[in-house]
């Protein structure tokens, strides 16, 4: 059964931070320009031993979360560089899987980096898990009963966030290239020169 407040939303957000032992998931309604949390959670894999398993897990539960909060775009935490290649393979992997899970809905998908993610919310891209935490509490009123301990789901909350305010900017007109541009695209104001 889907919230009520959901339906009523203009716009719904996933975002979602990988992981091969615990992945998080946060979702985002939009109410006009508004932002509020729906809902947050984390997927627990560590106890799945097989990593294949866990990668069919990801696939399952977001699927399910797809489904049963329609949304309309994905906001994924892209994978940062790490020394150790096998990690990376795997969390890629994850972020993979997860990904196509959103697609088999058509749901558009978003990558950022945890840098961007970090300023966007805390206005400082090296801040802490717990930064961002408190900074989302704030933001969007989230009651402290409400903060899970492991905090995968409000990095993927802020994920959303980070979306929203990033597809919420006005884009700016783009001007002309050079003056020899703009004398061919404007030959009505240089009349004269």
Known sequence: MIQENVKSADRII???DPGTNVM???ILG???KKPEMIAMGVIELSKLGDHYLRLGR???RISMLVE???PDEMAI???FFGKNVQSMLKLGRAQGVAMAAALSRQVPITEYEPRKIKMA???NGAASKEQVCEMLKRILNIPAESILP???ATDALGAALCHFYESSRPTAAKGPSSWKDFIAKNPDKVKGL
């Open 77 to 79: 935490e892209a994978p």
């Open 68 to 70: 049963q909060y329609c």
């Open 14 to 16: 996933i975002g979602i």
């Open 58 to 60: 990801i696939y399952e």
């Open 30 to 32: 939009i109410y006009g």
């Open 150 to 152: 492991k905090l995968d």
């Open 121 to 123: 919310i805390t206005g």
């Open 24 to 26: 998080g998931y946060g």
